[in-house]
């Protein structure tokens, strides 16, 4: 069983689909001074729009230069029953694909799993050395002592470590729902209007963009998933057997694309973006291990969806373009009755 979103919720470039979701932030909770970790966020499914279909959107967007691209946007409201909207990534309607997938998130031109720098679609195995500091050797934890950080396994979710066993079912959890802190934590992806807490200042200065982009990438071989699935969003880590330890064989890397997300173009246009990505409470969730090589997966992404975002003024701006206006004309939406005056209407 898979979400059942309803299309327009649904991103889909090249016969692969994304869903995003946008509940209202989870307040943090303290507990004797800690902030404990929460369970995953629920179900909200949110109206995404194709950029393409619309004459007045942004100038600065990138549209796609292939059928290997989709270029999206959503409205950030400036609130959600009282709290910041925030947002998670659902991978699950990638399950179709017959093929295993990978996805792989720069928020606001940053790896929402590494912290690191992201303009380009690339997946990145962490095994052996740390990334920031190449010569200094991880622990089989994953622990740089520099950087005194546990680094996740890799910087994508792979749909095949994403099926997990619990309590004897196999169940999917292929999603991301904002910062990860490397140790089965997550902060969530919440926007804010408050300069200061956008993650992405603080790591990429003044190059952020208001937008992310999803890169999906596809094994070389299809894939036989385990049967008697549940997809939808439980708590994953009663009793879940993908914390296991395994060997660490050192960094391996996709090839670097010579094609990049292209987002930092808009840099220029919209210098201080209104509304950013910042990171809200914790919660529990992983980044379960990839026990395939890196050459498992296809070199070039199947799938880049760069999504943008903008406030309710902006959205409505843009919807007002629709091309080829397939919306409802004035006359329906006034609730004027039409048609049939006095006769019965003609049947053919
Ligand atoms: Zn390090």
Redesign the pocket.
Known sequence: MIFPYEPGCLMTVNDLSMALNMPPALKSIIRGGEEIEQSLPRYAPLRVHRAADYEGRPGDWIMPRSANEGTFFFCVPDEIEGQPPALWIDGGPLDRSQNDTAFTVSFQGVDAITGLKKDSPYLLKIEKN????PE?Q?TPAGY????N?T?PPQNYRARSADWIKVNGRWVLFHWLDGWNLGANVIRQLVFTRQQDKIVARHVIGDKVVDALAIAVFRSRQPWQRPQDEIVLRTDPFEKSEWSDNNILKGVSRGPMRSMSYGLEKSVGARPKPRIGAAAGAKIIQGIPKDLNPIDYWEKEPAAIFRVYWVDQDQLKEILATKIGGTGESWLARSKIPVGNLGNDPISM
């Open positions: 740390c990334p920031k500091h200094t991880l740089c002592k520099d950087c950080f680094w």
